[in-house]
C-alpha cells in the first residue's frame, strides 16, 4: 500500500490507473468494522481500490468536535494495509483548502433533519467529495447507509453534475447487540452505550409493526417514542428517499430515521423499507 500525501502524488496515481476501475471510499478516520465492509467491497468490484482519510474542518459547526474527533492514523493504516488498499491518502487541511475559498451550497433538502440540526454541514461534505472525486475520478464510490441524508445528497449532487461516478449505497453494520457502528460511539460511558440500544430496539418495533401492515407514519413515530421514551431523542422521521417527509411508508421507498443525545454525543440510526 502506498500512502499518499499530496494532489500531485494522487494525480499521478489517477492518470497512471485511467484503463482500470477504482474503487474509492472516503471517510474521516477511526476506521470501524462499517468502513472496513466498504473497504472489502471496493477491493471486490474494482482493479485498484483508494481510501481518503480527512478529518474534513468545513463539515464541523463552530462548537462541534472537530478537535476532538478520534484520530487514530497509525491503527488506520495497518487497517487499510490488512484490507488490501493499494493508495491511502492523507491530505493535511493546507493541501486540501486555500484560506478563502467560495463553498458550494448544498441544495434546499438538506436543510432538513441533519441539516437543520447542523446548518451548513452538507456544505462542507459535498465541497469535500467533489474535491476528492476530481481528485480521484472513482469508477464507484462507497458510503454507507447510516449517513442516508449524507448518502442521498451525495447521489444528487453526481447526477446533476453529470459526474461519471456509481454510487455504492452499503448497509449499515451493527454491533451484535444492535448498536450501529459509528467512530462516535467511543464517547459513550458505559451507562450511554447501554441506553443506546434503545435506538435499533424502537426501530426494530417501527419495521415489525410495518411487518403487520402498520404504514402510518404516525403510528410508527408513537411505538418508537414509548420505547425510547428513556431517551433524548432529537428527531424520529419517517422520509421517502428523496429525504421528503412521508404520511405513510411506501414499500422500498421509505426511511426512518432516528437521531438521540448522550450527553454532548449525538448518534444517528436509520432502517431503510
Ligand atoms: O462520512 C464521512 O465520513 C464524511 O462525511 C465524508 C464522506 C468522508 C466526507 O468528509
Redesign the pocket.
Known sequence: MKILKTIEELQEVTSSNKTKTTGFV???GALHDGHISLIKQARNENEVVVV?I?V?PT?FLPGEDLDAYPRRDEADKKICEMCKVDYLFMPDISTMYTEEEVLIKAPNNSYVLEGKTRPGHFDG?LQ??LKLFNLVQPTRAY?GKK?AQ?LTLIQQMVKNLFLPIEIVPCEIVREKDGLALSSRNVYLDETQRKDALLISKALYSAASLVGKSELKASALKEKMQEVMQTLDVEYIAVVDRNFNEIEKIELKNSIILVVARFGNTRLLDNIWL
Open positions: 472516503p471517510t474521516m481518503s480527512f474534513n463539515q461534505v469535500v467529495v458510503f449517513d449524507q
